[in-house]
C-alpha cells in the first residue's frame, strides 16, 4: 500500500515522501486513513530546528535524522488485526501517537472511537493535544472554589484554561505576553488575563487571589522565568504543575525561600505518567480522558472549535514548519494537515 508521510529529513527540511507499509497488520492493530493530523507546535518546531533534547528520555536525546512526529490525528478505520474488539472498519476514531502520514499502523490501544457524529474529524484530531492539558488540570488536584493560574496561553494553556474552569476553579486566571491569545482566554473560560511582562504581575495574581495566591500553577511555556514566576504567584502549600517541555535546563530556582519554606509541590505531568489500564484520583487513563472530552463536546459543554485555526495540505508542510520556526511566538494556536485535501489534489 501506497503510504505518503511528512518527515523531518534534516533540520528546517520537512519532505512528503512515498513511504511502504506493510502487507498485513498484527492481531492487535488497527489500520486508520487519516482525515487530519494536528500540529503540537513546541515539540514539532523543537525536532523540526533539530533540538537534541526533545525526548523525555534523557538517553534517547541525540542530534540524528529523520525525525517523524504527528501524534495527534483522526481518521477512519481501514482494517483491523483478528484480536481487535473496540473498533471495526469504518469507524470513525482518534489516533494516539501516530504520524502525520496518509495511513497509521498502531495498537489497539491507541485508537478510539467517536461517540457521535457530532464530533468533526477535525476537532477530533486535537484531542490527545487537549489531554494534555486535562491531564495537568487533573494534576493539580483540583476542588471547586480553588484558585487556578495557567502560565503560557499556546493551545495547551487554552485548553487547560477550559479544563480549569470546567473543574470548578475560581478565579480562573491566565498569563501570556500575546493579548490576542488573552482575549481568546477568556473565550475559553478565563476570569482574569495578566500579562507576566508587568512589573505587578505577581501583586496583581496576589490581589485576584484575595493576596493568598493561586492554589495552582500551571506553567506551560517551558521557560526558566516563568517557573520562576509561577513559584512567586503559588500560594503556601500550592502546587505548580509543570505542563509545558522545559528543554533548556537552565533554572535556578530558590529552593529554600520558593519551594521549601512556602510548602509548595512541584509536579511532572506529560503524558507517559498516565495509567495504561486503569484510572486513578486525579491520574485517569488516556481512553477514560478521551471518553471524559467527547461527553463534554457533546453536551456543549466544551467547544473546541475556538483553537483550531487553519488546515493545510500535506503538500505544504515545509512552508508549514518553516513559518512555525521563524515565527513561533504568532504561530496560529491549532493548526492540521487535512490529508483529505492530498487525496483531492491527486485525482
Known sequence: MNNKKIVFTKP???ELLNIA???EIEDNQVLVKTAYSAISAGTERANFIGEINVNGKKELCNDKFPRELGYSSSGIVAGV????TSVKKGDRV???????SSYNIVDEINVHKLISDEISLLQASFMFIAGFSLLGVRRTEPEIGKSALIMGLGILGLYAVAFAQLSGASPVIAADLNPERRKLALKMGADIVLDPASKSFVDDVKYATNNKGANSVIEVTGVSEALIQSLDCCAYGGRVVLLGCSRNPDT???FYHQVHYPGISIVGANNDVRPKYESRLNNWTFADDCLAMQKLIFSKKLDMTPLISETYSPKQANEV???LAKDYKNFPIGVAFGWE???VEEH
Open 81 to 84: 488485526g483478528s484480536k481487535v
Open 252 to 254: 535556578v530556582v530558590d
Open 341 to 343: 485535501k492530498l487525496n
Open 321 to 323: 514548519y518553516t513559518r
Open 94 to 100: 482518534l489516533v494516539c501517537c501516530g504520524k502525520h
Open 21 to 23: 507499509m506493510p502487507n
Open 12 to 14: 528546517n527540511v520537512a
